[in-house]
């Protein structure tokens, strides 16, 4: 009887904090409450596309040539923000959009957080900002992202860069992302995993090679947690998850024709280094570079180097990027 009163405890319990948890939940998170927080917030603008208003944030000179970055799952344009400058510093007009559900852009419960969708936003926010073609450079993701847009709007991609990329459902099949899937399971654990410090620390652990580990701060940890920690933030994630269809870019990888710039961390333990192998196989005008001493954000592990990478190969018009040899990197053959 003890044990049947202290289960009913611990369950009642649980169950309070379960409520508790799901209705002190803000709705949404305030842009003009947490800007000044906001690296770069000085270069932030909004457009409304398809009833949803899209932030990003725009670097360099409109007349240069465009490149247009596309964070990962999860992630907002925070993780552009050592690069995204640089990049602009070496002659282009640098775009980091935060996709649909993700960092200061709109929430709404009625988007279908796919891969597709999220490509025909890009699209059509280049249309918003007047722009034909762009360089587009997709991370983890985002990878995903910009090869469905290379894919379904050819004409609106003059080069490809892509960093640890999404190619598959793969990365779907990760134990947490399949708890989530489950009806009921995933609405009661999504709020306690995003806004949990402790498990966003771990998950960095997993993401950054060892060797930047020092990159692990309380203001990249509460830069990542702060745009989603709301209602509309839980359930984007969860429905992008639920949502995650990318078999289609790996089928259909040989029909991409525009030069590729493929860049992996070499310590990358989320996406699998075979599948840049995959990409650099089925990609015919594609170049591979491997940096050593870094894991699935090169972006934010080497910054340095990944700027001159990206900028050498988008300022040549073929696409090479002999010249950037170093000894932090490799390429392959």
């Known amino acids: 009887m003890k044990t049947k009163h202290l289960a009913l405890g611990i369950g009642g319990a649980v169950g309070a904090l379960v409520a508790w948890k799901l209705l002190s939940r803000a709705d949404t998170v305030n842009w003009h409450e947490v800007s000044d927080k906001v690296i770069h917030s000085e270069h932030s603008h909004f457009v409304e596309i398809d009833g949803a208003t899209v932030h990003f944030q725009e670097f360099g000179d409109h007349h240069d040539p ?7 799952f999860t992630a907002s344009c925070y993780v552009w923000k050592s690069v995204a400058p640089q990049i602009a510093a070496e002659g282009f007009r640098v775009i980091a959009v935060d996709l649909i559900g993700f960092g200061y852009s709109d929430k ?13 936003m890009i699209a059509r926010l280049m249309d918003r900002l007047g722009i034909g073609r762009a360089t587009l450079v997709g ?28 190619i598959n459902d793969e990365p779907a099949e990760h134990p947490v992302l399949k708890l989530a899937r489950i009806p009921g399971v995933g609405e009661v654990m999504t709020p306690f995993l995003i806004d949990s410090r402790t498990f966003l620390k771990f998950r960095m652990q997993g993401t950054l090679a060892a060797a930047n580990h020092h990159l692990i701060t309380k203001d990249r940890i509460e830069s990542i947690i702060r745009p989603l920690n ?24 040989h029909l991409v024709m525009q030069p590729t710039l493929i ?21 015919l005008n594609s170049r591979f570079v491997v940096l050593k001493n870094c894991g699935h954000v090169p972006q934010e592990e080497k910054p340095d180097l990944f700027t001159a990478l990206v900028s050498g190969f988008a300022h040549d018009r073929k696409g090479r990027i002999e010249g950037a040899e170093s000894e932090e990197m490799r390429f392959e053959n």
């Open 66 to 72: 465009v490149m247009i970055l596309v964070h990962g």
């Open 263 to 283: 860049i992996w961390g070499e310590e990358d333990s989320v996406i699998p280094i075979r599948h840049g192998e995959t990409l650099y196989r089925s990609i």
């Open 139 to 166: 991370s983890s993701y985002g990878g995903a992202i910009s090869l469905t847009l290379a894919l379904d709007y050819a004409e609106r991609v003059d080069k490809l860069v892509l960093v640890d990329s999404v």
């Open 230 to 253: 709301a209602k509309d933030g839980h359930n984007a994630v969860l429905q992008s998850g639920r949502n995650w269809d990318a078999d289609r870019i790996e089928e259909d990888l």
């Open 108 to 120: 709404p419960a009625w988007f279908d957080y796919t891969i597709a969708s999220q490509a025909r």
